[in-house]
């Protein structure tokens, strides 16, 4: 609940209340001359001080009124937002080359929703959605404003969600496609992240990236991974965990073309810090404008400050009737 005035300049007439004192203590009755008559001659009347006293309520209640005039109201302003300017997908890999150890201090996947949960927040009037994928594809959460709850399903992603431990990236943009197929923002958009190559799936990655080009997605494809391997953990029943070299199986030429037929753009990281630059880079080529509609609900408030404004009055009246009557 917000406190504001419906006619702010009405204030300025506050500035003129000092001048007006000033008046009344340079040429109002206490500095006229006058005959002093002797109080006890007439009990109760009233003095040039009286009439000083009697000129500050006049002061105040005039305040008060101007205050009542410049429409004290209180009230919410509420923002809606249309059609939001932008939904995206965002796809993500899960296979079990994504634990390589090449986004240090994390490996490649839990270094992916650290940098993904970034870019969400940078992104809080778009709605996202996610897709996570291995030998097969599925909607771990659909478009959603609520980037809480997108932010809980994000957290849960991780490797060996999928059961079949291959690659399907074909069958993973075919899915995000149809989560945007009949979306109404001015920009579709799908994200895909992956560290290998199509090896799963009825559906070639080209060929479902040119179908979402014809429904107006763009996709941007980022290859995750250092050039010529990465370590890896590997758990041994005999010697335990190990690490060993887990070679490179990116598949840059496949990434690009679908990049090309998505009209997006290709990009490779091989650094937790690379992927970040990528996101962010990302971020800023699909920002659209948006312009929100606010709503604002006020109630009026100047009802107390005129009935303050009456009382000191009424009290001024009362007054010079009384303990400040003036002598006929």
Not at 128 to 147: K, R, S, Y
Not at 274 to 289: A, C, F, Q, S, V
Request: proline share 5%; hydrophobic share 45%; net charge neutral.
């Amino acid at each position: 609940m917000s406190f504001s005035f419906a006619h702010p300049f009405t204030l300025a007439l506050l500035a003129a209340l000092p001048l007006l004192a000033y008046y009344q203590m340079r040429w109002g009755p206490k500095a006229r001359a006058r005959i002093r008559f002797s109080l006890s001659l007439a009990p109760g009347a009233q003095g040039a001080d009286g009439e000083g006293i009697l000129s500050h309520f006049r002061l105040a209640a005039l305040a008060l009124l101007i205050v009542a005039a410049a429409g004290p109201r209180r009230g919410a302003t509420h923002e809606e937002t249309p059609t939001p300017a932008t939904d995206i997908m965002l796809v993500v890999d899960t296979s079990t080359s994504m634990e390589a150890l090449d986004f240090k201090p994390k490996n490649r996947l839990e270094g992916a929703k650290e940098v993904i949960r970034t870019f969400i927040e940078h992104r809080p009037l778009d709605r996202i959605g996610l897709v996570v994928f291995a030998g097969m594809a599925f909607t771990q959460c659909p478009l959603t404003l609520d980037h809480a709850a997108l932010s809980e399903f994000l957290d849960k992603v991780a490797v060996g969600m999928v059961p079949e431990d291959r690659t399907a990236i074909g069958s993973a943009l075919a899915v995000a496609t149809a989560r945007l197929r009949k979306s109404e923002a001015k920009s579709k958009t799908i994200v895909l992240l992956t560290d290998g190559r199509n090896n799963a799936g009825e559906v070639d990655p080209v060929t479902a990236a040119k179908a979402a080009a014809a429904l107006g997605v763009k996709i941007y494809a980022v290859g995750a991974g250092k050039p010529g391997g990465a370590e890896y953990p590997v758990d041994d029943p005999v010697f335990g965990r190990r690490i060993v070299i887990l070679p490179e199986d990116l598949d840059e030429g496949a990434l690009r073309a679908v990049a090309d037929a998505g009209g997006g753009r290709y990009f490779r990281a091989t650094s937790l810090e690379g992927l970040k630059n990528i996101y962010d880079e990302i971020d800023r080529m699909e920002k659209t404008d948006v312009k929100a509609e606010v709503f604002s609900d006020y109630r009026d408030a100047s009802f107390p400050w005129i009935l303050a404004g009456f009382l000191v009055f009424l009290t001024e009246i009362l007054l010079a009737h009384t303990a400040f009557r003036r002598i006929p």
